[in-house]
């Protein structure tokens, strides 16, 4: 899909789960880079700052969609306006972030947790879910209910789902 084939939107049309693991600072182009991933996994010292009205910018690549579907317009439009720093344990709070860990931990959560899906999901299952999420933002809830309802009836006939009830 075209809305996907941006500079960093593309991370959004890939069938697997990405991961952003932040333990540092999230700025400029980093900014939406992070929001693209899937999931944000941030250890306590993570800092994210939009600076772009500081430098007279505007919000970049893609970041004025990304940021309010996250946290909302009115907490997008105060870190945009204020460029104010916020550190990993707000960003949990606010919604950029998925997961706040002791930054010794990141990456190990991390990988355990892609371990799991990996060994208890089916992956067509992860790829149509992730294709569901995205395009939907872009729906109505009755198109994307009846949606569901067909790529559910074509999911009953696949072998992951006998190997997921069995």
């Known amino acids: 899909v075209d809305d996907y084939a941006g ?15 932040v333990n540092g600072p999230v700025a400029g182009m980093a900014f939406p ?13 993570a800092l994210f700052v939009t600076s ?28 945009l306006f204020s460029s104010r720093r ?7 709070r606010l919604g950029l972030a998925n997961y706040l860990v002791p930054g010794d931990e990141l990456l190990p959560f991390c ?34 209910e009846l949606d569901s309802q067909r790529l559910m009836l074509e999911s009953f006939k696949r072998v992951d789902f006998r190997e997921g009830v069995t």
């Open 7 to 21: 500079r960093f939107t593309y991370l959004m049309a890939i069938d697997k789960p990405i991961i952003a693991a």
């Open 33 to 45: 880079f992070a929001l693209c991933c899937d999931l944000r996994v941030v250890a306590p010292q």
């Open 52 to 79: 772009f009205a500081q430098r007279g910018l505007i919000a970049e690549w893609g970041l004025s969609w990304l940021l309010p579907r996250l946290v909302g317009p009115g907490v997008a439009l105060d870190l």
């Open 86 to 92: 916020v550190g990993g344990e707000e960003a949990h």
């Open 111 to 144: 990988r355990e947790y892609v371990e799991n899906i990996a060994t208890s999901c089916s992956p067509t299952s992860l790829a149509i879910i992730k294709r569901q999420v995205y395009t939907q933002l872009h729906r109505g809830l009755g198109e994307a």
